[in-house]
């Protein structure tokens, strides 16, 4: 007989994680094309999903947060008013995802 064991892959102290922690701040809170740049650090952030749900549950509108411009932000909030916790949904996405991988 095996165990497993599922490991919570959430982090609530993420800050420290984030691939833009050693960045300059005032690279992540810009405008136009320079968003491009600004995301592209996120793209391999161990941490997205913490950054991006600390934006949404906060409403923070400015600057890229979790691979998100804040107009991207907006959109998503609009479209899922449902959601009352970004934290929530995101964790218990992260969740049912690593049981199917």
Same mark, same amino acid.
């Given at each position: %007989?095996?165990?497993?064991? %599922? /490991?919570?892959?959430?982090?609530? #102290?993420?800050?420290? !994680?984030?691939?833009?922690? &050693? +960045?300059?701040?005032?690279?992540?809170?810009? $405008?136009?094309?320079? !968003? *491009? @740049? =600004?995301?592209?650090?996120?793209? +391999?952030?161990? /941490?997205?999903? !913490?950054?991006?749900?600390? =934006?949404?549950?906060?409403?923070? #509108?400015? &600057?890229?947060? &979790?691979? %998100? +411009?804040?107009?991207?932000? $907006?959109?998503?909030? $609009?479209? $899922?008013? @449902?959601? +009352?916790?970004?934290?929530?949904?995101?964790? =218990? &996405? %992260?969740?049912? !995802?690593?049981? *199917? @991988?």
């Amino acid at each position: %007989m095996s165990a497993v064991i %599922m /490991v919570d892959a959430w982090v609530d #102290e993420w800050a420290s !994680q984030a691939s833009c922690s &050693g +960045t300059d701040p005032d690279a992540l809170f810009v $405008r136009g094309k320079a !968003q *491009h @740049d =600004a995301k592209a650090v996120c793209k +391999t952030c161990p /941490v997205l999903a !913490q950054c991006l749900a600390e =934006a949404l549950d906060n409403r923070t #509108e400015f &600057g890229v947060w &979790g691979g %998100m +411009t804040e107009r991207e932000r $907006r959109a998503l909030l $609009r479209k $899922r008013p @449902d959601i +009352t916790s970004w934290k929530s949904a995101l964790r =218990a &996405g %992260m969740a049912s !995802q690593s049981k *199917h @991988d």
